[in-house]
C-alpha cells in the first residue's frame, strides 16, 4: 500500500531564514509526489510536483523539493521563510491508475517576524 | 482561485438527515474527486468519476454516494447523517484521471451535523 508520513505536526522558523517541511514516502513502483498548501479556510493549493526527472523540483511561491530516492523522502524547502508562509502542508503520493491523493496528515508551519 | 467552485459553502443540519454537495469542475476537466478533511481522520479520498463514471472508491461510507453528470459537474450525496460527518468536503478536478496531471481543488463545504 502507499502511503506518506509528515513526522513533524509543526514547524517553527523566523522569517528570512531557510524552511524545510520533512516527507517520506512509501510506494511500490515510481512514486508520483505532490506538495499541497492549505490557508485558513480555503481549499488546498498545488505547490509543486515529482513524477521523473530532476531531484530538485522548483515550484509557487519559491518553494522547492528535493527527492531523495535512496532515503525515500520529499522534503520541502524554501531559502527565506515569510510570515505568509504561515499555513498548513500536505505531502501527497498519487495512485498512478487511479490519480486518487494519499495524504500525509499534515505540517503546520509558522513563520514568526 | 482553482477554477473548481463548491456549493454550498456551509451547510449546518440534524442527525439522520441527507445532503447533497455540489461541485463544478475547472472548464475541461473530465476527472472529479471527493476528498473529506476532518480532525481524527486527516484529508481522506473518497471516490472519483472520470467522464461520467465512477473510476475508484476510497474510504466511502455506504451512506455516501455520488455522481457525475453529462455536464461534468458532480453531487456527493450524504445520508442519515451522523455527527462523525461533520467534517471539510472537498472536490478537485484535474483534466484526465491518470496519475500524472496535479489536482485542483475547490474551496471546500464545510458540513456541521448537529
Known amino acids: 500500500a502507499q502511503s506518506v508520513a509528515q513526522p513533524e505536526d509543526q514547524v517553527n522558523v523566523a522569517e528570512g531564514n531557510p524552511l524545510t517541511v520533512k516527507c517520506t514516502y512509501s510506494v511500490s513502483g515510481n512514486p508520483y509526489l505532490f506538495w499541497y498548501v492549505q490557508y485558513p479556510n480555503r481549499g488546498l493549493q498545488f505547490l509543486l510536483k515529482y513524477i521523473t526527472g530532476d531531484n530538485l523540483v522548483k515550484g509557487s511561491y519559491g518553494f522547492e523539493a528535493e527527492f531523495n530516492k535512496s532515503k525515500t523522502s520529499f522534503h520541502l524547502k524554501k531559502p527565506s521563510a515569510l510570515v505568509s508562509d504561515s499555513a498548513l502542508y500536505f505531502c501527497?503520493?498519487?495512485?498512478?491508475?487511479?490519480?486518487?491523493?494519499?495524504f500525509g496528515q499534515g505540517t503546520t508551519l509558522q513563520v514568526k517576524p | 482561485d482553482s477554477g473548481v467552485t463548491q456549493t454550498p459553502k456551509h451547510l449546518i443540519t440534524a442527525t439522520g438527515q441527507r445532503v447533497t454537495l455540489r461541485c463544478s469542475p475547472r472548464?475541461?476537466?473530465?476527472?472529479v474527486y471527493w476528498y473529506q478533511q476532518s480532525l481524527d481522520q486527516g484529508l481522506q479520498f473518497l471516490i472519483q468519476y472520470y467522464n461520467g463514471e465512477e473510476r475508484a472508491k476510497g474510504n466511502i461510507l455506504e451512506r455516501f454516494s455520488a455522481q457525475q453528470f453529462p455536464d461534468l459537474h458532480s453531487e456527493l450525496n450524504l445520508s442519515s447523517l451522523e455527527l462523525g460527518d461533520s467534517a471539510l468536503y472537498f472536490c478537485?478536478?484535474?483534466?484526465?484521471?491518470?496519475?500524472?496531471?496535479?489536482?485542483?481543488f475547490g474551496p471546500g463545504t464545510r458540513l456541521t451535523v448537529l
Open positions: 478537485a478536478s484535474s483534466p484526465l484521471g491518470g496519475g500524472l496531471d496535479e489536482q485542483f
Open positions: 472548464s475541461g476537466d473530465l476527472s
Open positions: 501527497a503520493v498519487r495512485d498512478s491508475n487511479t490519480g486518487k491523493l494519499i
